[in-house]
Nanobody, 124 residues
Framework: QVQLVESGGGLVQAGGSLRLSCAASGRTFRWYAMGWFRQAPGKEREFVATINGSGVSTLYADFVKGRFTISRDNAKNTLYLQMNSLKPDDTAVYYC?????????????????WGQGTQVTVSS
């Protein structure tokens, strides 16, 4: 099972940017589809973005389209989430997840491994 460690969270003002990273263990990273999810206080975990194993195909939640970009560097076993034009509603713990198949998916149940999460706080 792949191990995932997120980093890059923090406190930012509305309109600002952050770049999250997710470092994955193992030598088969390119075989895994990856995703970002988030969970705000008192709310359920929700899908943010996903990317297939090769990095060619991506899907986004409607509320981040045009603001967030998911990408990956398979040579570095790392997943990224570039977040621009951040809003207070984006405040949440952000989790990366790995799926043992290369096809991108939005369903949390399709992912097999999860990181511990990184806090993102956007002030107004």
């Amino acid at each position: 099972q792949v191990q995932l460690v997120e980093s890059g969270g923090g406190l930012v003002q509305a309109g600002g940017s952050l770049r999250l990273s997710c470092a994955a263990s193992g030598r088969t990273f390119r075989w895994y589809a990856m995703g970002w999810f988030r969970q705000a206080p008192g709310k359920e975990r929700e899908f943010v973005a996903t990317i297939n194993g090769s990095g060619v195909s991506t899907l986004y939640a409607d509320f981040v389209k045009g603001r967030f970009t998911i990408s990956r560097d398979n040579a570095k076993n790392t997943l990224y989430l570039q977040m621009n034009s951040l809003k207070p509603d984006d405040t949440a713990v952000y989790y990366c997840a790995a799926r043992k198949l290369p096809g991108a998916t939005m369903a949390a149940a399709d992912f097999d491994s999860w990181g511990q999460g990184t806090q993102v706080t956007v002030s107004s």
